[in-house]
């Protein structure tokens, strides 16, 4: 399976305190970049920081959806960044689905002739 993850700063009011955001930076976002390093390596994500901001968008490809919550919750980012996660289907099984979709219509179609 397929997830497509975009996972951003929380709206948590979070300081602008210089020592929160050094303590933010070498607990949770270099750990949590170096380990989607890896991941990308091993094929397992696929994508990357978005320009200009402290987002970052990737598919990711795990067995189920509990691998992927398995995967993301190992991000020492997670507990406080906002994680949306949008399943995707295949395209080939997308393509089988209209084809079926479309033989239903046909048939409905020359039933009413």
């Known amino acids: 399976m397929q997830f497509?993850?975009?996972?951003g700063l929380a709206d948590n009011g979070g300081s602008l305190d210089p020592q929160h955001s050094l303590g933010m930076i070498t607990r949770f976002v270099l750990p949590s970049?170096?380990?989607l390093m890896k991941l990308e390596e091993s094929g397992a994500v696929v994508?990357?920081?978005?320009?200009?901001?402290?987002?970052f968008v990737f598919v990711a490809k795990a067995e189920s959806s509990a691998a992927l919550?398995?995967?993301?919750?190992?991000?020492?980012?997670?507990?406080?960044?906002q994680v949306q996660v949008t399943p995707l289907v295949e395209f080939k099984d997308r393509a089988a689905f209209i084809q079926r979709r479309l033989e239903q219509?046909?048939?409905?179609q020359a039933a009413t002739k």
Do not use: D, H, N, Y
């Open 105 to 108: 219509v046909k048939q409905a």
């Open 33 to 35: 970049i170096e380990s």
């Open 47 to 55: 994508g990357g920081p978005v320009a200009g901001s402290v987002r």
């Open 69 to 81: 919550e398995t995967l993301l919750t190992s991000l020492p980012f997670w507990s406080v960044m």
């Open 4 to 7: 497509l993850v975009s996972i």
